[in-house]
T-cell receptor
Framework: GENVEQHPSTLSVQEGDSAVIKCTYS??????FPWYKQELGKRPQLIIDIRSNVGEKKDQRIAVTLNKTAKHFSLHITETQPEDSAVYFC??????????????FGKGTKLSVKP | GAVVSQHPSWVICKSGTSVKIECRSL??????MFWYRQFPKQSLMLMATSNEGSKATYEQGVEKDKFLINHASLTLSTLTVTSAHPEDSSFYIC???????????FGPGTRLTVT
């Protein structure tokens, strides 16, 4: 089955700097890669996602890149702000039907942005 | 759009009793709903996948007779923790996915404490 590895487990940056979180996956058939942000005690929120037919996607200060050959994808946050502090999870799934639509999550990265 | 609610947000029950948690998609029809369990500072662990009108599919190691899942309508899935024990104390989160889409949207979670 699919296995998703996420690094680093913790990341501390200064306000205004960039943050990069990386994930690798094992199932070459995976074709959907979302990123979730979870603040303490709250629900995971979808912040950006990418499908396998796209190499990069950007939404304001957030971007995701995908390298299907190497089976890794990354989250890039530029101009970080204290409110970006949270735990970020990457995930992977293939298709959207039946059990193949299950998201497999990485272990999470705790991002701390110091003012 | 894509709002998922969960009720209750927290519950305390005595060992041996049962607890029901509801997950509702408020503004879309969810043919598939997922139930996760999250321990402190850990990732989301998929417990089961439920499709409207059919039996839930449980992940390996999850007892289907202990965690009863019902997905009776396109907007409601319920998780009943039967004969709860202190080790069942955890944060339970549901997510919902609309037909023919990839995105999963999460409920706010239910914190269960079994005394």
């Amino acid at each position: 089955g699919e296995n998703v590895e996420q690094h680093p487990s913790t990341l501390s940056v200064q306000e205004g700097d960039s943050a990069v979180i990386k994930c690798t996956y094992s199932d070459s058939a995976s074709n959907y890669f979302p990123w979730y942000k979870q603040e303490l005690g709250k629900r995971p929120q979808l912040i950006i996602d990418i499908r396998s037919n796209v190499g990069e996607k950007k939404d304001q200060r957030i971007a995701v890149t995908l390298n299907k050959t190497a089976k890794h994808f990354s989250l890039h946050i530029t101009e970080t702000q204290p409110e970006d502090s949270a735990v970020y999870f990457c995930a992977a799934s293939r298709d959207y039907g039946g059990s193949q639509g299950n998201l497999i999550f990485g272990k999470g990265t705790k991002l701390s942005v110091k003012p | 759009g894509a709002v998922v609610s969960q009720h209750p947000s927290w519950v305390i029950c005595k060992s041996g009793t049962s607890v029901k948690i509801e997950c509702r998609s408020l503004d879309f029809q969810a043919t598939t709903m997922f139930w996760y369990r999250q321990f402190p500072k850990q990732s989301l662990m998929l417990m089961a996948t439920s499709n409207e009108g059919s039996k839930a599919t449980y992940e390996q190691g999850v007892e289907k007779d202990k965690f009863l899942i019902n997905h009776a309508s396109l907007t409601l899935s319920t998780l009943t923790v039967t004969s709860a024990h202190p080790e069942d104390s955890s944060f339970y989160i549901c997510s919902a996915r609309a037909p023919h889409t990839y995105e999963q949207y999460f409920g706010p979670g239910t914190r269960l404490t079994v005394t």
